[in-house]
C-alpha cells in the first residue's frame, strides 16, 4: 500500500512589500541641493534688490513678529481655544498622511504636529501696540519680561521674512496666511483669520503672529536649514517633488530648476516657467553676502 505525503502546512509565496518613497525631500537631499546651488548670473542683481530694499531693511519689523511669537509661549494669560479639536491647518495640509512632520537632521528630530491643539488668544497682548513694540522688545529687561524668553527657540527673521515673499511680495497690507487684503478677516484657507479678539481690520503685525502661532512655529526649537526649506516648500505643497522637478518656490532663478510650474490649483504646465525668485535662492545669497548664518542641524 502506498502512503500517503504528509503536508506540514501550506507555504504561502513571498511577497515583497513595495514601498512607497515619501513626497518629501529628506534633510540630506535639502542639504545637498542648497550646497550645490548657483544662482543664474542675469537674477543676480533682482535678488540683491529684493534683499536690499525689501528684507534687511524690515528685519526689526520681522524679528519683533518673532518675539511676540515667543512672549505668548510664555506665561502670559492666554485664552484657549481658537478652533476646534482636529483642525488641521492649511500649513501643514501638505502632510495630512501621518500624526507627525519630523525632520532627521544629525542626533535631533524636529517635529510639529499635523493636527493642530487649541491655540491661544493673543488680543490680550496684541491689542495694545503701544506696549508692544519693536522698542518695546528690544528693551524688554526694563519691563521684566526676560523669563518669557528662556525656553524655546525664537522663529529666524529671515523665514518671516521669505514668507512674507512668497504669500504677500512683500506687503504690508496683506495677511501672512495667504495674501489677502488686511481690511477684512482671511476669504481662502485658512478662512476667517486671524482670532485677536476684534475684527477688521487687522495690523500686519497681529495676522502674522496668528499665522505663526496657527502653524505651531512657536512651539519649534530647532530651526535648522533643513526643517526651514521643507517648511517654505510645504507652503506650495510637495506635487513638484511627485513629477520629479525641484519646487520653484525653492529654487527659481537657480540651476536646481528649469521649468515647469502649476499655473493654478491642479493645473500643471511641463513648459511653464516661474518668474517667482525661489526662497532657498533668497537665503543662499543672504549667506554668501554673510547677512545671516544658517544652522545645518
Same mark, same amino acid.
Given at each position: 500500500? $502506498?502512503?500517503?505525503?504528509?503536508?506540514?502546512?501550506?507555504?504561502?509565496?513571498?511577497?515583497?512589500?513595495?514601498?512607497?518613497?515619501?513626497?518629501?525631500?529628506?534633510?540630506?537631499?535639502?542639504?545637498? *541641493? /542648497?550646497?550645490?546651488?548657483?544662482?543664474?548670473?542675469?537674477?543676480?542683481?533682482? +535678488?540683491?534688490?529684493?534683499? &536690499?530694499?525689501?528684507?534687511?531693511?524690515?528685519?526689526?519689523?520681522?524679528?519683533?513678529?518673532?518675539?511676540? +511669537?515667543?512672549?505668548?509661549?510664555?506665561?502670559?494669560? %492666554?485664552?484657549?481655544?481658537?478652533?476646534?479639536?482636529?483642525?488641521?491647518? /492649511?500649513?501643514?495640509?501638505?502632510?495630512?498622511?501621518?500624526?507627525?512632520? !519630523?525632520?532627521?537632521?544629525?542626533?535631533?528630530? +524636529?517635529?510639529? @504636529?499635523?493636527?493642530?491643539?487649541?491655540?491661544?488668544?493673543?488680543?490680550?497682548?496684541? #491689542?495694545?501696540?503701544?506696549? /508692544?513694540?519693536?522698542?518695546?522688545?528690544?528693551?524688554?529687561?526694563? %519691563?521684566?519680561?526676560?523669563?518669557?524668553?528662556?525656553?524655546?527657540?525664537?522663529?529666524?527673521?529671515?523665514?518671516?521674512?521669505?514668507?512674507?515673499? *512668497?504669500?504677500?511680495?512683500?506687503?504690508?497690507?496683506?495677511?501672512l496666511h495667504n495674501g489677502d487684503p488686511?481690511?477684512?478677516?482671511?476669504?481662502?484657507?485658512?478662512?476667517?483669520?486671524? $482670532?485677536?479678539?476684534?475684527? =477688521?481690520?487687522?495690523?500686519?503685525?497681529?495676522?502674522?503672529? &496668528? =499665522? %505663526?502661532?496657527?502653524?505651531?512655529? &512657536?512651539?519649534?526649537?530647532?530651526? !535648522?536649514?533643513?526643517?526651514? @526649506?521643507?517648511?517654505?516648500?510645504?507652503?506650495?505643497?510637495?506635487?513638484?517633488?511627485?513629477?520629479?522637478?525641484?519646487?520653484?518656490?525653492?529654487?527659481?532663478?537657480? #540651476?536646481?530648476? +528649469?521649468?515647469?510650474?502649476?499655473?493654478? &490649483?491642479?493645473?500643471?504646465?511641463?513648459?511653464?516657467?516661474?518668474?517667482?525668485?525661489? =526662497?532657498?535662492?533668497? %537665503?543662499?545669497?543672504?549667506?554668501?553676502?554673510?547677512?545671516?548664518?544658517?544652522?545645518?542641524?
Open positions: 500500500m $502506498k502512503k500517503k505525503k504528509r503536508i506540514i502546512g501550506h507555504v504561502l509565496p513571498t511577497v515583497k512589500k513595495k514601498v512607497i518613497k515619501s513626497s518629501i525631500p529628506t534633510a540630506m537631499e535639502y542639504l545637498l *541641493l /542648497f550646497n550645490s546651488c548657483k544662482i543664474n548670473k542675469h537674477k543676480l542683481a533682482q +535678488v540683491d534688490k529684493a534683499i &536690499d530694499e525689501n528684507i534687511t531693511v524690515n528685519r526689526s519689523r520681522y524679528e519683533s513678529i518673532a518675539n511676540l +511669537v515667543r512672549l505668548g509661549n510664555g506665561n502670559l494669560p %492666554l485664552n484657549q481655544g481658537l478652533f476646534a479639536s482636529g483642525y488641521t491647518p /492649511f500649513f501643514d495640509r501638505y502632510n495630512s498622511g501621518s500624526s507627525l512632520t !519630523s525632520v532627521q537632521s544629525g542626533q535631533q528630530t +524636529v517635529s510639529i @504636529l499635523n493636527t493642530a491643539p487649541a491655540l491661544r488668544d493673543t488680543s490680550n497682548y496684541l #491689542n495694545n501696540t503701544g506696549f /508692544f513694540d519693536s522698542s518695546t522688545l528690544q528693551n524688554s529687561s526694563v %519691563l521684566g519680561i526676560n523669563n518669557y524668553f528662556s525656553s524655546g527657540s525664537t522663529i529666524p527673521w529671515y523665514f518671516i521674512a521669505c514668507v512674507h515673499y *512668497l504669500e504677500c511680495s512683500f506687503s504690508f497690507k496683506k495677511h488686511l481690511s477684512g478677516y482671511t476669504i481662502h484657507v485658512p478662512v476667517h483669520r486671524p $482670532k485677536v479678539g476684534h475684527g =477688521a481690520p487687522f495690523t500686519f503685525e497681529e495676522s502674522a503672529v &496668528d =499665522a %505663526l502661532k496657527l502653524m505651531n512655529y &512657536d512651539k519649534v526649537t530647532n530651526w !535648522s536649514l533643513p526643517f526651514i @526649506l521643507q517648511k517654505l516648500e510645504g507652503y506650495n505643497g510637495f506635487g513638484y517633488t511627485n513629477r520629479g522637478i525641484n519646487s520653484p518656490y525653492l529654487w527659481s532663478y537657480s #540651476n536646481q530648476y +528649469v521649468k515647469g510650474k502649476y499655473t493654478k &490649483d491642479r493645473t500643471f504646465s511641463a513648459n511653464a516657467v516661474s518668474e517667482q525668485m525661489g =526662497a532657498a535662492v533668497i %537665503l543662499k545669497r543672504m549667506e554668501d553676502r554673510a547677512l545671516i548664518s544658517i544652522p545645518r542641524n
